[in-house]
């Protein structure tokens, strides 16, 4: 139901988008002690972590502690060192390519092409034509609040409004995992808080198994449903804990809500203790 | 306008300050020299105009040699740098000897050339491609490693293949570093057209040039000189042109 609302039936970008569409529990991310090294330096070790369909697991933990490596091998950027990780319960690296869509930290959009033909270039290197990628496209700037902005240069483009196409430009792949590396980092608070709302209700509409990357407790309270703390290099879990109200409609109700509040204090002490 | 108007205005009066001294014979007389040997700017413009017909087919042939020469020198200089780009084993063998090869001083093996390939077009497009081969070739390559890794990475993850990379990522990133490797092309490669004919041939602003050198014919050599710069700078003038409307998002 929910992929007949996001582009035409005749689309050609639809059976890339529906292989992503069935919660299935092939659609989970598991990690089985996960260790990797660059050369004599350890980054990681003993990792284990497991994220359910449709579920967005968080990871925070000190600079260097080897949160964006982790992301990277688990979209299948980089093989680990020790250990399995398993996306919709392939093991390779390309399966796990195939199967989970990286967003980078910067927006990393390309000037040269339009706000739609950035958010369509997974579509584009999937063997798309112009005209239907920009079409599949399409609707989701509709759907997600960039309607009018489909011609527009990055360069005209806002902090926030430029992330909502990275983030578009991710989740059209069409795959049942998503991997983002601090997306919001780089946003002042105000548009960051907007940005939070903004991809709570896109994943509300576009369930996908997410593993979030960020350095913000807050942020990875509310945008996930378990957040895993990481301690500094090599970097182990330390905590993991349950989010009280994953994704709330009103954000700014939810990270004052006491019982998240004593979550988020609790994850900061594992975050703190795993610091030294 | 002021961009304009102060190096016109300091052309204008270099011109103004040649022309006087060349008509009061004060040039000539300062070097001990017949005044035909000195000729002023406007000699030099009645020249350009008497001969018009002579500088414009000569031209043409050097124009033709510089064209050429470009065109060679770019077709195998970029498919070059992306062969290097793809290819590291290529790339670490073949760059230290490209960078090498600039120090051969190619004046010097134009004659060789011509004993090579005879007087024809041929020797005159080689040492033009030459001469262009080395910026377009290492400004290209310098462009198409500039592309952020991470964005390489972004591209691997939305299933682009390599040459996907290349076409939709690392081609555009390279086009600034190929344009300016192009305009230092197009400054050298008149220089190697005209040195190349100077070593032999039948046509050519370079041709006419010497000819005229050997038969005292300076206002006509100075017209032939003064043609030649403006064809580079008009070259120069559509490079730019031609890079801002590719490069559009700069």
Known sequence: MRQDTRMKPESPGLQTMAAAAPAAAADSISLRGVGHSYGELQTLAGIDLEAPAHQVLGLVGPSGCGKSTLLELICGLQDPSDGTITVGGAASAPARLARCAFMPQRDLLLPWYSAIDNAALALRNQGLGRREARAAAAGLFERFGLAGFEAARPDELSGGMRQR????????AGKPALALDEPFAALDAITRAEMQEWLAAALRTEPRTVVLVTHDVEEALYLCDRVAVLSARPGRIVAEVKAPSPRAAERDAAVTDAAFVSVREEAMRALREGSR | M?????????????????????STGAIAGALSLEDFLVPSPAEIASSLWENRGLLAENAWV????????????????????????????????????????????????APILVVWFSYGIGPKIFLVALLCFFPITVNTLDGLRSVDPEAVKMMRSLDASRWQRLRRVEAPAALPSLFSGIKIAVVVAPIAAVFAEWVGADAGLGRLIQSDLANYQVARQFAAIAVLS?????????????????????
């Open chain 2, 2 to 22: 002021r961009r304009w108007l102060l190096p016109l205005g300091l052309i204008a009066l270099l011109l103004g300050v040649w022309q006087v001294a060349a």
């Open chain 1, 165 to 172: 196409v990275a983030f578009l430009r991710t989740l059209i």
């Open chain 2, 62 to 109: 050097t124009l033709k040699e510089i064209l050429l020469g470009i065109l060679c020198a770019l077709v195998v200089g970029v498919s070059f740098a992306v062969a290097m780009h793809r290819w590291r084993v290529l790339r670490d063998a073949a760059y230290p000897l490209i960078v090498a090869s600039q120090t051969i001083p190619t004046v010097v093996i």
């Open chain 2, 230 to 250: 403006g064809m580079a700078l008009i070259l120069i003038g559509l490079t730019a042109l031609a890079e801002r409307r590719v490069v559009t998002w700069r």
